[in-house]
Structure formats: structure tokens, C-alpha cells
């Protein structure tokens, strides 16, 4: 049964704040990845995010024939709902079952597969056309996560992976985009690798590195 909460007005600068939060404290270098601290956030409060897929998503993916797409960290589920309207085979993946519950609610008669997975110890299923992956964060000392991840994209399969452009001034814990495609090596084509500016800035952030590769 899907818990209720008391609906909170979503507000942009709400999002902003709660963004910061959930990336951790800068100062000191902390990632938020147990699943106590993502439940107590998303019980905070009714809605925490907008519920709008995230800008470089639907710039990257829009003419893609659909196929099997894996939403890493899909929180409300936001991006997997778009995904699933626009014809995609979907699986939401995070670690909080509270977020779960809210997207599986929001997702009304959408046909999505959602699933409480821990990447720093479990494997999601492989074979996917897309795996999509917007301000989740890839610990440096915690390699089997990224390279979870990458598992998952099938022969032919496009990797999408947006970050907050500038976090390696703040979150020098996590790998960068840039990082990422610099280890992908010869199985991958890198389509792009770019610093854009976002729709909605959040939190003093207006620009956005958005890299989008391609399995051989």
C-alpha cells in the first residue's frame, strides 16, 4: 500500500535546497547513499521534486526509437514517466522505497517496472537500450557502482548521464562526466560531452555537463 504524506507546495527554490541536500554536505565531502537518509528525505515532506523529466533528457533521447530503459535514482519517478509516454520499456530503480511508492502513485496507467536496488551492493539487470542517469551520484571509492551501471547498457545501447557542471569544486568525492567518458574506452562512442545551460537553475547552478555514449 502506498504510504501518504501531507502534500508540501512544490517550489523551484524547494528544489534548489533539497538538491543541495541530497548531493551531501560539501564542506566535508559527504555522499548521501544509505537508504535511511534518502527515506527520511522523500518523508519529509508530499512531493519533493517537480515532476517535469529532467532538460537533457528529453534533448537527448526525443527521436531515439524506444526500447528497454533503465532510470537510475528515479526518485518520484519524473523521468520514467516521461520515458514510458514516449513508448519506452521502463525500470525505476532507487534506493528509497518511499520514493517509490510516490512514483508508482504519480505513474498512474503507465506500465513501469519499479525496484529497490542498493548499487553499492547490488547488480541491476543488464540489456538496456538506454540507461539514463541524471545528479546520481558515482563515489571515486566506490567503483562498483559506475561500473554497475555501465554493465547495464546492451550492445547498441545509449548511456545519459547529466551532472551539475562545476561539482568537482564541491563533491571532489564523485566522479565527473568527463571522468566517465574518459573510461569508457574502445566499446564505447562517446555522441556527446558538453557543458549546456539548464531550463530552470537550481540552487546556483545554471550550467549542466551532459554526456550521452553509445555502446559498440
Same mark, same amino acid.
Given at each position: 500500500m502506498t504510504r501518504q504524506h501531507d502534500i508540501t507546495p512544490f517550489t523551484h527554490e524547494n528544489e534548489a535546497r533539497l538538491s543541495e541536500q541530497a548531493m551531501g554536505d560539501? *564542506? &566535508?565531502g559527504i555522499v548521501r547513499l544509505d537508504q535511511r537518509f534518502w527515506d527520511e528525505l522523500y518523508g519529509s515532506a508530499g512531493r519533493l521534486w517537480s515532476g517535469r523529466p529532467n532538460d537533457a533528457l528529453v534533448a537527448e533521447v526525443t527521436g531515439i526509437p524506444p526500447g528497454r530503459a533503465l532510470d537510475v535514482g528515479c526518485g518520484e519517478g519524473g %523521468?520514467? &514517466?516521461w520515458l514510458a509516454r514516449q513508448g519506452w520499456q521502463v525500470t525505476g530503480i532507487d534506493i528509497s522505497r518511499i520514493a517509490l511508492e510516490r512514483a508508482a502513485a504519480l505513474a498512474g496507467d503507465l506500465d513501469i517496472t519499479w525496484r529497490r536496488l %542498493? !548499487? *553499492?551492493t547490488e547488480a541491476p539487470d543488464t540489456g538496456y537500450d538506454l540507461v539514463s542517469a541524471h545528479y546520481f551520484a558515482f563515489p571515486r571509492d566506490q567503483e562498483q557502482v559506475l561500473q554497475r551501471v555501465l554493465a547495464a547498457v546492451a550492445p547498441g545501447g545509449s548511456l545519459l548521464i547529466t551532472s551539475h557542471a562545476g561539482m568537482e569544486e564541491r563533491h571532489? @568525492?564523485?566522479?565527473r562526466p568527463e571522468e566517465i567518458a574518459a *573510461? !569508457? @574506452?574502445e566499446d564505447w562512442r562517446i555522441v556527446v560531452d558538453e557543458q549546456r545551460t539548464r531550463t530552470l537553475p537550481a540552487n546556483g547552478h545554471t550550467e549542466d555537463v551532459v554526456l550521452r555514449a553509445r555502446r559498440r
Open positions: 560539501a *564542506r &566535508h %523521468d520514467a &514517466h %542498493d !548499487l *553499492r571532489q @568525492g564523485l566522479y *573510461r !569508457l @574506452g
